[in-house]
Structure formats: structure tokens, C-alpha cells
């Protein structure tokens, strides 16, 4: 089973493998777990991420955002004192365009992958706050 | 109501930046496309698309900031802010929050009491616009149009240091002011190129901390603001005296029924779950960028109303309230360039034009008349080709159509006859078809003679100078 958190640049994809040696040392993982997520937070993740969990899958996504937190920690193992926050991998600033008008009407194209659309718009359920 | 109440409002204001494309992509932001028209993989948020900043909208942004006495940002960068909206295709807002590009500003306001304060500005920050929904009734599903997807806008973060209305009126009129002359937005309230959301809440007077504030959306105009503080004040009081709380929330603004409501639910928990964009790069703000845009500033409105007054003869409110909005300005300056008497000028701007703005809720940023066509217009008149009334009947069709005004009196035949057989013609007739004013006036009945030149300019058809006609009678009647 896959459960995937997604947000465009980041996907955390949580993975339990059907494979026995991964699950044994899931299974040792999480003996030794330091961040235990509670009922509370993993309702709230839910509501937040728009996921409806069955109570398997939320037990499920307990384990595994545990020790995804887990895995985060081992940075703070690290001296980073003298080291600057960074955001950007690459030693890139200033990356800049034009304010120059360069794309034209790809109505067709964009509406192509809609799975409904009315007067050249998108459809969607209806919102309203 | 026993107690003495203070209301403290800070405010968000979102403008719309004037740029020619988007913030992060190229295409197009002019107005009123075709949906969807204006629109590539970039702000529809198709995955693998990347994002690139418009050098312009930094620049608007540090324009901005520099105008409202903030400190530069050096180190900036962007962050995703995290929702779930239809509006919104990539399920994130690109905005900033760790460092955004100008903090710890102000501006000053005149108060209500004649006084001055300062308004301080907590941050300026730039972002990206969602897409517009619409709701179909009939099919009962909304429909989503993107072309307003990645506008650019900075949203100016005051802090509460308003205590009312007239305070929050004042200083959204100061930042419209700044933003025109920079020429980096129109600033339109009803248009949405200026939006302010309005945090509110309530203390008894002469208390050190805050009581707890609510944010109130979807104020598209100063009334409406003016209403929506009363109205939001009146409540949370309500809700003190009778001893519950004042919850914090989000509400919206129903201007036809006067009153708010709380707009999210618990569903939709605020928490943005923030954290850096990777796809775009930091900017980094060099003291030669940051002296081209220094050197770039306009003049800004105390250096033209100095100017004004140095170089026109005009009075001092005239300049207060022609400098106060950029568009007039411009139209002042245009004319008197063209030739034109700065007063003549003054007066059709303080006369005629503010009055039919007023009347017809014409915003100054959409005039439509050239300043050629008031230079022409004020010409026509101080050669006396037309007279006053004629000339405004002409500036009311210019105000609409920016028509030609030598060409229209030309067509209409609207000059003034300056024929004075038919001019002495029709003044004897009026003489003679009105005994009764014509005795009233010679027994020392001043008024009567305004009748008088009245009829003698309907039978003119009004083209006749009306200072000449009065002399014209005046003669006739003491022989």
C-alpha cells in the first residue's frame, strides 16, 4: 500500500514494502521511534492534506511520519552553528525575466487535460465560502 | 453602554502591480481577455513548469518600499504558502514570508483633529494572484478562470495603529497617492487593483494590550470600509458587554445587508504549513540596483505641490487637491504645457471635471479626455468664440466621447454670433415682448435685467456672449 502526501516540488511517499526484510526493520524502526504522532495530529494532517485515512491507514501513516521525523532529527545531530540557512541548493541569486510579453493563447492546449469545461473554463464542484 | 471603548484596526492591502506580464511567467495581464486566453504551463501550475521573477515587479516592489520609508530587504526570497482552493491551481500561493522584500516603514496621515501620526508599515511583500471563480447557478458548479493567475501583487502589512474610519481612509489615500505617482498600479477599488482586508479589534479605552482582532474581507470601496468598521465595532463590543468572547476569524463583509459573517470553517484550519520555494532563487538587492531605483523616483506630491506653488498662481487648496491624485496632475501639467492658463486649467479641473466625476463615479485614472482637447477647449472660450454655458455643454460631451471641441461647436454651429444687427434684433424684441420686466427694471428693479438677457439668449439659441448682451440691453433701456 502507497500512501502519498503530495505538494508540487516535494512528495514525501511514504513506502511499506511487501518485502520481509523491510518490514522487520520497519518493525525494529519503530521500537526505537523518538517522535510518536498522536491521534490528534494525524486527524489534523488529514483534514490539511484533504486525505480521508481508514483507522488502518491512519495507524499506517502514524509509523511512518514518525520516523520520517525520526530521519529529520539526525540533522540536528549536526554543529550548524556557523552555517547560513539556505533555500536554494545551487550558489544561484537574481534570476530574472523581462517584463516582456512572450506567451499567447493556449486555451485548446491547457483545456485539453480537463476533465470538464464550460465556456472556456475549467469545471469544478461548486465553491462558495 | 458604560464603558469607553478604543477600536485598533491594522490593515492588508493588496495592490496589483501595472506590470505588462505576469510575475512569473509571460504572459499577458491586460484586462477583460477571454478566460483561459491568458494563460501557460507556469501560472496554471502544470507540474515540471518553472517559475521565473519579472525583473519589474522587484523593482515596483523596492519603489514602493523605498517611498514608504522601509528598509530594503538585502537577502530576500520566496515562500509557498499551502491551501486547497479551485482559485489557486497549484495548491500553493507563491508569496513571502521569511524575508520579504521591505519592512519596518510608515507613512504619515493628517488625523481627524487637524493632527498628523505616523502609520507604521510592518512589511511590504510580493505575491502572485489567484484565478477567478464563477458560479454558475445554473448547473450549480463554478467555473474556473485563470487569466488572473500569477498577476502580480504586493501586499502592504500595516501595523495596527489606526483607531478609526477616517484614520484607515486616510492612509489607504496616502499609499493610492505614492503607488500613482510611482505609476506602479491605477489602484482601483472597485476594479480590485486595490484591495484591503481590515483587522479589527476592540479594547476599553486606556488598556495596554489588544483584545483579540478578526480579519474582514471583500471591501471593494471606502464606504463600504466605513460601514464594515462601524459595523464590526458595534459587534465585538456587543459581545464584550454581554460578557462572551470575541472569537478570531476570518468574516466577510455583506455590504448590501450592512453586516459580516465568519467565512471559514473549521474545515479549512488557517495553517499554511509555509516553508521556502526551491524553484525560484533568492535575491540578493546591490546598492546599484537599489540607487537605479532611487534615481528613478518621481517627484512625489509635498515636491509638486511646492513646485506648484512656485511656479503657478493658483490657490493653495487647488494645488491640494489637483497634486492628491496623479492622473489630475498629469492633466494639469499637460494643458498648462499646451499652453494654457494654469488658473483657467485649475478652474475647469476644480469645477467641471470633479463635479462630473463625482456625478458619473469616474475614477481620475480613467478620464477620458486629452489634455489638448481642455487646452483647445479653454482656448475657444478666452477668444470668446464660445461663451461659458456653451463651453460646458461641450466639456460634458468631451467628458464622455474626448470629442474635438473646435470640431463639435464647428459641426453644432455653437460659436457665438458675434452678428450685432441680429444681436440688436433680438434684443429690441425681447423689449418690446416683455413690458412688465422692462418697467420693473426702470423703477430701480436691478434683477429684472437678468430676465431680460435670459430671453434675449434663448432667442439667440445661447450663442451670443451674455456680458455683451447685458451691456447691449442696458443701453437700450436708458434711451
Not at chain 2, 451670443?464 to 434711451?479: I, M, S, W
Given at each position: 500500500?502507497?500512501?502519498?502526501?503530495?505538494?508540487?516540488?516535494?512528495?514525501?511517499?511514504?513506502?511499506?514494502?511487501?518485502?520481509?526484510?523491510?518490514?522487520?526493520?520497519?518493525?525494529?524502526?519503530?521500537?526505537?521511534?523518538?517522535?510518536?504522532?498522536?491521534?490528534?495530529?494525524?486527524?489534523?494532517?488529514?483534514?490539511?492534506?484533504?486525505?480521508?485515512?481508514?483507522?488502518?491507514?491512519?495507524?499506517?501513516?502514524?509509523?511512518?511520519?514518525?520516523?520520517?521525523?525520526?530521519?529529520?532529527?539526525?540533522?540536528?545531530?549536526?554543529?550548524?552553528?556557523?552555517?547560513?540557512?539556505?533555500?536554494?541548493?545551487?550558489?544561484?541569486?537574481?534570476?530574472?525575466?523581462?517584463?516582456?510579453?512572450?506567451?499567447?493563447?493556449?486555451?485548446?492546449?491547457?483545456?485539453?487535460?480537463?476533465?470538464?469545461?464550460?465556456?472556456?473554463?475549467?469545471?469544478?464542484?461548486?465553491?462558495?465560502? | 453602554?458604560?464603558?469607553?471603548?478604543?477600536?485598533?484596526?491594522?490593515?492588508?492591502?493588496?495592490?496589483?502591480?501595472?506590470?505588462?506580464?505576469?510575475?512569473?511567467?509571460?504572459?499577458?495581464?491586460?484586462?477583460?481577455?477571454?478566460?483561459?486566453?491568458?494563460?501557460?504551463?507556469?501560472?496554471?501550475?502544470?507540474?515540471?513548469?518553472?517559475?521565473?521573477?519579472?525583473?519589474?515587479?522587484?523593482?515596483?516592489?523596492?519603489?514602493?518600499?523605498?517611498?514608504?520609508?522601509?528598509?530594503?530587504?538585502?537577502?530576500?526570497?520566496?515562500?509557498?504558502?499551502?491551501?486547497?482552493?479551485?482559485?489557486?491551481?497549484?495548491?500553493?500561493?507563491?508569496?513571502?514570508?521569511?524575508?520579504?522584500?521591505?519592512?519596518?516603514?510608515?507613512?504619515?496621515?493628517?488625523?481627524?483633529?487637524?493632527?498628523?501620526?505616523?502609520?507604521?508599515?510592518?512589511?511590504?511583500?510580493?505575491?502572485?494572484?489567484?484565478?477567478?471563480?464563477?458560479?454558475?447557478?445554473?448547473?450549480?458548479?463554478?467555473?474556473?478562470?485563470?487569466?488572473?493567475?500569477?498577476?502580480?501583487?504586493?501586499?502592504?502589512?500595516?501595523?495596527?495603529?489606526?483607531?478609526?474610519?477616517?484614520?484607515?481612509?486616510?492612509?489607504?489615500?496616502?499609499?493610492?497617492?505614492?503607488?500613482?505617482?510611482?505609476?506602479?498600479?491605477?489602484?482601483?477599488?472597485?476594479?480590485?487593483?486595490?484591495?484591503?482586508?481590515?483587522?479589527?479589534?476592540?479594547?476599553?479605552?486606556?488598556?495596554?494590550?489588544?483584545?483579540?482582532?478578526?480579519?474582514?474581507?471583500?471591501?471593494?470601496?471606502?464606504?463600504?470600509?466605513?460601514?464594515?468598521?462601524?459595523?464590526?465595532?458595534?459587534?465585538?463590543?456587543?459581545?464584550?458587554?454581554?460578557?462572551?468572547?470575541?472569537?478570531?476569524?476570518?468574516?466577510?463583509?455583506?455590504?448590501?445587508?450592512?453586516?459580516?459573517?465568519?467565512?471559514?470553517?473549521?474545515?479549512?484550519?488557517?495553517?499554511?504549513?509555509?516553508?521556502?520555494?526551491?524553484?525560484?532563487?533568492?535575491?540578493?538587492?546591490?546598492?546599484?540596483?537599489?540607487?537605479?531605483?532611487?534615481?528613478?523616483?518621481?517627484?512625489?506630491?509635498?515636491?509638486?505641490?511646492?513646485?506648484?506653488?512656485?511656479?503657478?498662481?493658483?490657490?493653495?487648496?487647488?494645488?491640494?487637491?489637483?497634486?492628491?491624485?496623479?492622473?489630475?496632475?498629469?492633466?494639469?501639467?499637460?494643458?498648462?504645457?499646451?499652453?494654457?492658463?494654469?488658473?483657467?486649467?485649475?478652474?475647469w479641473i476644480m469645477g467641471e471635471t470633479l463635479r462630473l466625476m463625482k456625478e458619473r463615479e469616474v475614477d481620475a485614472a480613467d478620464l477620458r479626455f486629452s489634455p489638448e482637447h481642455l487646452a483647445k477647449l479653454i482656448a475657444l472660450t478666452e477668444t470668446k468664440q464660445i461663451n461659458s454655458s456653451v463651453a460646458k455643454e461641450v466639456f460634458e460631451v468631451m467628458f464622455e466621447e474626448n470629442t474635438d471641441p473646435e470640431q463639435y461647436v464647428e459641426e453644432k454651429g455653437l460659436k457665438t454670433v458675434n452678428d450685432e444687427g441680429a444681436l440688436k434684433k433680438a434684443a429690441e424684441e425681447v423689449i418690446a415682448a416683455n413690458p412688465r420686466s422692462v418697467e420693473d427694471y426702470r423703477n430701480g428693479k436691478e434683477k429684472a435685467i437678468g430676465f431680460l438677457v435670459g430671453q434675449t439668449m434663448k432667442a439667440m439659441k445661447g450663442k451670443?456672449?451674455?456680458?455683451?448682451?447685458?451691456?447691449?440691453?442696458?443701453?437700450?433701456?436708458?434711451?
Open positions: 500500500m502507497k500512501i502519498k502526501i503530495f505538494n508540487r516540488g516535494i512528495c514525501v511517499c511514504a513506502l511499506l514494502d511487501t518485502n520481509p526484510v523491510m518490514r522487520k526493520k520497519c518493525a525494529e524502526m519503530e521500537k526505537n521511534m523518538a517522535n510518536m504522532i498522536n491521534d490528534e495530529t494525524i486527524e489534523y494532517v488529514g483534514i490539511l492534506a484533504k486525505l480521508e485515512l481508514s483507522a488502518e491507514e491512519k495507524e499506517q501513516a502514524k509509523s511512518d511520519m514518525g520516523r520520517m521525523l525520526d530521519y529529520i532529527d539526525k540533522l540536528g545531530e549536526l554543529d550548524t552553528t556557523d552555517v547560513e540557512p539556505v533555500s536554494h541548493v545551487f550558489p544561484v541569486e537574481n534570476v530574472f525575466r523581462e517584463d516582456v510579453v512572450i506567451n499567447g493563447d493556449e486555451r485548446e492546449r491547457l483545456l485539453s487535460n480537463a476533465p470538464q469545461e464550460k465556456d472556456g473554463m475549467f469545471v469544478v464542484p461548486r465553491t462558495f465560502e | 453602554m458604560s464603558k469607553q471603548y478604543e477600536t485598533v484596526i491594522g490593515l492588508e492591502v493588496h495592490v496589483e502591480l501595472a506590470t505588462k506580464t505576469k510575475i512569473f511567467c509571460g504572459c499577458s495581464t491586460a484586462f477583460g481577455a477571454a478566460p483561459n486566453t491568458q494563460t501557460c504551463p507556469v501560472c496554471t501550475g502544470m507540474p515540471g513548469s518553472l517559475p521565473v521573477l519579472n525583473r519589474q515587479v522587484l523593482e515596483y516592489a523596492i519603489a514602493v518600499g523605498l517611498a514608504t520609508n522601509c528598509d530594503i530587504t538585502r537577502y530576500s526570497k520566496f515562500d509557498r504558502k499551502n491551501y486547497f482552493y479551485p482559485d489557486n491551481p497549484q495548491n500553493y500561493q507563491i508569496s513571502q514570508l521569511y524575508l520579504p522584500i521591505c519592512q519596518n516603514g510608515g507613512v504619515e496621515i493628517e488625523t481627524e483633529q487637524g493632527g498628523r501620526k505616523i502609520v507604521g508599515i510592518h512589511e511590504i511583500h510580493m505575491e502572485e494572484d489567484a484565478g477567478k471563480l464563477i458560479h454558475d447557478e445554473w448547473e450549480d458548479c463554478s467555473l474556473v478562470d485563470y487569466n488572473r493567475s500569477g498577476v502580480p501583487l504586493i501586499e502592504i502589512v500595516s501595523e495596527p495603529d489606526m483607531r478609526s474610519a477616517e484614520e484607515v481612509i486616510a492612509y489607504m489615500e496616502k499609499l493610492r497617492q505614492v503607488i500613482q505617482y510611482l505609476g506602479a498600479s491605477d489602484c482601483k477599488l472597485q476594479e480590485g487593483s486595490m484591495r484591503a482586508d481590515v483587522n479589527l479589534s476592540v479594547r476599553e479605552a486606556g488598556a495596554e494590550t489588544f483584545g483579540t482582532r478578526t480579519e474582514m474581507k471583500n471591501l471593494n470601496s471606502f464606504k463600504a470600509i466605513t460601514r464594515a468598521i462601524a459595523g464590526e465595532t458595534a459587534r465585538q463590543i456587543d459581545l464584550i458587554e454581554a460578557g462572551e468572547r470575541v472569537v478570531q476569524e476570518t468574516r466577510r463583509w455583506d455590504d448590501a445587508k450592512g453586516e459580516s459573517y465568519a467565512m471559514r470553517s473549521k474545515e479549512d484550519a488557517q495553517d499554511y504549513r509555509y516553508f521556502p520555494d526551491p524553484d525560484l532563487t533568492p535575491i540578493r538587492v546591490s546598492e546599484e540596483m537599489l540607487q537605479e531605483i532611487r534615481e528613478r523616483q518621481p517627484e512625489f506630491r509635498t515636491e509638486k505641490m511646492a513646485r506648484y506653488r512656485e511656479e503657478f498662481d493658483i490657490p493653495d487648496y487647488d494645488i491640494d487637491i489637483i497634486t492628491g491624485e496623479k492622473p489630475l496632475a498629469d492633466l494639469f501639467e499637460a494643458a498648462v504645457a499646451l499652453g494654457a492658463q494654469p488658473k483657467k486649467v485649475s478652474n451670443a456672449d451674455p456680458g455683451a448682451v447685458n451691456r447691449l440691453l442696458r443701453e437700450f433701456l436708458q434711451k
